[in-house]
């Protein structure tokens, strides 16, 4: 079941807003058989401010949006579905987290931790912050409910790259302990294969994958707002990613930040389709 949540949490309506239409017009539906639960239509910030109390753009507005989020991922996992949710920016997160069941494992695959706050972050997007807001550490006014929505040892953070400035040097020493990091090149010495192999056959919860594609090289995928080098090439996420998206115990599925912006010839979501195609039915 395919649902669009095209929450940009910059405000300012940029790419990753028109990044679920651009993706449905390159033919993902169809290419999956996929049942089409339409668009959240709350999942939008028009606020481009930063919140003075919790340094947040948008706050208000990310709360309804997360609330529309959670409501809707949760029926739909009710109803026994595995939606796959597209975004917009990983501010979707906190809402899909807010749907999960208790003790759900977390496979977070991203270039970032996503571990800022109102405070640290340069730039007071919700998407800087969202993997520290769904642990407890980040500011609840980017969610609603306050205190951890996901256990952080449950947490599997993937793909990131080391701590190259002052930012990511802050970001990382606020990254809970208890969360698992395998990071980009810690991944390709084990195999991205044999990591996602690990992870799928471990354990017997709930869990739900979550995919930033600013994961990947930007060799292969440019069109990303925040692009970071020495990634994962398509090949590895594809083999890191497979076994996790097709693991029995999977709720769903959240893929975010393709800027179609970049992408004026529609070339990368062209290809994201046929990578998520992969993944998902071979």
Do not use: K
Not at 56 to 70: D, F, K, Q, T
Not at 174 to 193: F, S, T, V
Not at 250 to 264: A, F, R, Y
Request: aromatic share 2%.
């Amino acid at each position: 079941m395919i649902v669009d949540a095209p929450l940009d949490s910059s405000g300012a309506g940029r790419g990753e807003e028109r990044a679920p239409a651009a993706l449905r017009r390159a033919g993902l539906r169809e290419a999956l058989a996929a049942d089409d639960d339409g668009q959240i239509d709350e999942a939008r910030l028009r606020d481009p401010n930063r919140d003075p109390a919790s340094g947040v753009i948008g706050a208000a507005g990310l709360v309804r949006a997360g609330g529309a989020i959670a409501a809707r991922i949760g029926a739909l996992i009710a109803d026994g579905h595995r939606p796959l949710v597209l975004g917009g920016d990983c501010a979707i997160l906190p809402g899909v987290c807010r749907a999960l069941p208790p003790a759900t494992d977390l496979w977070f695959v991203d270039a970032h931790p996503d571990f800022l706050d109102g405070t640290t972050s340069p730039t007071g997007e919700a998407a800087d912050m969202d993997l520290s807001v769904v642990t407890g550490h980040g500011p609840a006014a980017a969610v609603g409910p306050g205190g951890a929505l996901i256990e952080p040892g449950r947490v599997h953070l993937l793909g990131h790259r080391p701590a190259t400035d002052e930012s990511s040097r802050v970001e990382a020493a606020r990254i809970d302990p208890a969360i698992h990091q395998i990071n980009a090149a810690e991944l390709r010495r084990r195999g991205a294969a044999t990591v996602g192999a690990s992870l799928a056959a471990d354990g017997d919860g709930p869990a739900w994958l979550h995919l930033d594609l600013d994961v990947v090289d930007p060799r292969d995928l440019p069109a990303v707002t925040y692009p970071e080098p020495d990634g994962p090439r398509w090949a590895d996420l594809i083999a890191l990613v497979t076994p996790l998206a097709r693991a029995d115990r999977l709720l769903g599925m959240s893929v975010t930040d393709l800027n179609t912006d970049e992408d004026p010839d529609g070339r990368h979501t062209r290809r994201v389709v046929e990578v998520l195609t992969e993944m998902l039915v071979g």
